[in-house]
């Protein structure tokens, strides 16, 4: 018997799929699916490992629901769908296309595969409000500048009018056998067992969430979303990589919004943003690992393997710095004006290269997606296109006064902390010593002391900048 196959990749979800829905109207009885796991694409993506042997788990449930059996392969994907097309009688394949250039590549050669086979193949754009390739300036060349791209790129969409088709199926049957070859994803250690208790990658939890946003939080936004002790941004990131719901869905949620307010237009330009970031690593493939301003690319960074490593475990002795990357380590995400902290603390208090602080985030975020990832840090680095000027450093005393002047957030994430009087929050080491004994907190024992000098490493920084400009 002939069978009708789908592609699956990051698209967990029955919403917003037309990959599902052409396979649900194709004319062929047998619907299979396959997912293509090459332990390579997720080297140094420890985190997100979990969330897609979850998000396999659950959507295979689905599927079945559907009566589409899904059949998860640890292989290189060329081989898996030769593999596919000689032990199947295979009719037609669909997919929803990626976004990134490396997998564009792979896809390209798939397509070669299968019109060799003769085998019927279609791949429809899911991923990003327009087609990566289509947003250009007037004279074909790509944009550097977010706000002129953005202003095009969203005319396009809103042009364009796209609507999202409804859920194909909201139940499914809870009680399938285990897959060992979803198994076999998890990461080896059990750290990533916490994440249960603030994740669950389901569609269903998305749509919660993004209903629970717009209807609470975005009128809010513009100025709840730089509060890190407080819900004030939607925490959708890990959802949209994985494709429990699509940037069109919640495009089209925003768009219904009936009184637009700032924080309908700020969170709409995080959704912009995105999808600059995309456009540029398409257009600039070289700034996944190299300077995109190449005058940069003699600036005089630092290695400091000490120092990086207390960066990472948030013992810098700067409480903002550090309540961040325990909460990254903690849940796998962190909020995003603390990303911005942490980021600039490690490129210019410490001018450890933007690439090492991309590599422990490609580790240890859920929402980890190349594009944004290699984008961010090179806008804080200064490195990178329309980006924040290298001589801007921040304070992280003042963003900590500014952004967490309660200390709730800070509290939180270092609970040794719990005790300091507000005045010392953010600079806990001008503590006089009859407080520190009093309150429990000896820095330098039970909270470290800085592992630098703001104003020293400022301008150290400002000093390399400088070199540079010569």
């Known amino acids: 018997m002939s069978c009708s196959f789908l592609w699956l990749k990051d698209d967990f979800r029955t919403s917003n799929n037309q990959a599902i829905k052409a396979l649900i109207e194709d004319e062929n009885k047998k619907k299979c699916a396959i997912y293509i796991y090459e332990e390579d694409a997720y080297f140094l993506c420890e985190s997100q490992k979990w969330w897609l042997a979850k998000s396999l788990e659950i959507f295979k449930k689905k599927l079945e629901n559907l009566k589409i059996s899904l059949d998860v392969v640890h292989d290189n994907t060329r081989k898996s769908i030769k593999k596919l097309i000689i032990t199947n009688s295979v009719n037609r394949i669909y997919w929803n296309k990626s976004c990134n250039k490396n997998e564009n590549v792979i896809e390209e050669d798939v397509k070669k595969i299968l019109a060799d086979n003769n085998i019927f193949y279609k791949e429809f754009e899911a991923n990003l409000l327009n087609p990566v390739e289509k947003i250009k300036k007037d004279d074909g060349t790509p944009f550097k500048v977010f706000t002129h791209y953005w202003k095009k790129a969203e005319q396009i969409y809103l042009k364009n009018n796209y609507k999202y088709n409804d859920k194909i199926s909201k139940n499914y049957n809870q009680n399938l056998k285990k897959d060992k070859n ?246 806990p080491w001008e503590m006089p010593e009859e407080v520190q004994k009093e309150k429990n907190i000896i820095i330098g024992k039970t909270y470290p002391l800085p592992i630098v000098k703001h104003e020293e490493a400022r301008n150290s920084a400002l000093r390399a900048f400088q070199e540079l400009k010569k």
């Open 182 to 427: 979803i198994e076999a994803i998890y990461p080896r250690k059990n750290w990533y067992k916490k994440f249960e208790k603030y994740w669950e990658p389901s569609e269903e939890n998305a749509e919660k969430i993004l209903n629970n946003f717009i209807k609470n939080s975005i009128e809010n936004y513009a100025i709840n979303r730089d509060i890190p002790s407080i819900e004030g941004t939607s925490k959708l990131s890990p959802y949209l990589k994985f494709g429990q719901i699509s940037v069109h869905q919640i495009m089209q949620k925003c768009l219904e919004i009936k009184n637009k307010k700032i924080g309908y237009r700020k969170y709409i330009n995080e959704i912009g943003w995105r999808e600059f970031c995309h456009s540029l690593l398409h257009n600039f493939p070289e700034m996944e690992t190299n300077n995109l301003r190449k005058d940069f690319d003699n600036f005089k960074w630092n290695k400091n393997e000490k120092f990086l490593l207390k960066w990472k475990k948030g013992l810098t002795g700067y409480p903002i710095v550090d309540a961040g990357m325990r909460e990254l380590y903690e849940t796998g995400w962190m909020h995003n004006r603390v990303r911005m902290i942490v980021a600039s603390f490690l490129v210019k208090h410490l001018r450890i290269h933007w690439l090492e602080g991309e590599k422990h985030f490609r580790n240890s975020l859920l929402d980890f997606n190349i594009a944004n990832n290699v984008a961010g840090w090179q806008w804080v680095a200064g490195t990178g296109a329309d980006a924040a000027p290298y001589f801007r450093i921040f304070n992280p005393i003042l963003q900590g006064k500014k952004f967490d002047s309660n200390g709730d957030y800070v509290k939180k994430w270092c609970p040794e902390l719990k005790n300091i009087p507000n005045e010392f929050l953010h600079k």
